[in-house]
C-alpha cells in the first residue's frame, strides 16, 4: 500500500538531516534530488511503511515561501525496540529529550531533537490500531 501521509520537512542543511535519519534513526534513502550546485530539492526516506519527505530551505516556489517561517516540527515513528533504537541515537550524538518511558497507555517512548529544533518521537504506540484487551 502506498504511504497516504508524509510529513515534510525543509532543513538549512538537508544532507546533514539526511545523514542523521539514515544513521542515528535507522531510515532509508529512498530518493534524492539535487539542484546543479547540490542543493537538496527533494529527498524521500523511509521507515516501515512510512516516509519522510524533506528539502532545503531557502528556495523558491509556494511551498518553500509557505514554510519560511515555519517553526520545528514533531514526527511520531513506531519502532519494534524503543530501547535499541534509543541506544543506536544515543551512539550518533542525537539531543535525547526524554529517555524510553513506559506510558500510561501501554506504549514504551522516547523523545529526541534533531539538529534544526525538530522533535521526533520514536515508540511502540500504534496510531489508529485497534485496542488490545
Not at 529527498?43 to 514554510?67: H, I, N, P, T, W
Request: proline share 5%.
Amino acid at each position: 500500500m502506498a504511504v497516504t501521509i508524509s510529513p515534510t520537512i525543509l532543513y538549512d542543511d538537508a544532507k546533514a538531516a539526511i545523514r542523521l535519519l539514515k544513521e542515528a534513526f535507522g531510515f532509508s534513502e529512498q530518493a534524492v534530488y539535487e539542484d546543479q550546485q547540490g542543493q537538496v530539492l527533494h529527498a524521500e526516506l523511509a521507515y516501515g511503511d512510512g516516509l519522510v519527505m524533506l528539502g532545503s530551505k531557502g528556495r523558491e516556489g509556494v511551498f518553500a515561501k509557505a514554510m519560511a517561517g515555519g517553526g520545528p516540527v514533531g514526527v511520531y515513528v513506531v519502532v519494534q525496540d524503543t530501547d535499541a533504537h534509543h541506544r543506536q541515537a544515543v551512539e550518533h550524538g542525537v539531543e535525547i529529550l526524554m529517555p524510553p518511558t513506559d506510558q500510561d497507555y501501554g506504549s514504551r517512548d522516547y523523545i529526541s531533537r534533531d539538529p534544526e529544533g525538530n522533535v521526533w518521537s520514536f515508540g511502540t504506540y500504534v496510531p489508529g490500531a485497534p485496542a488490545q484487551d
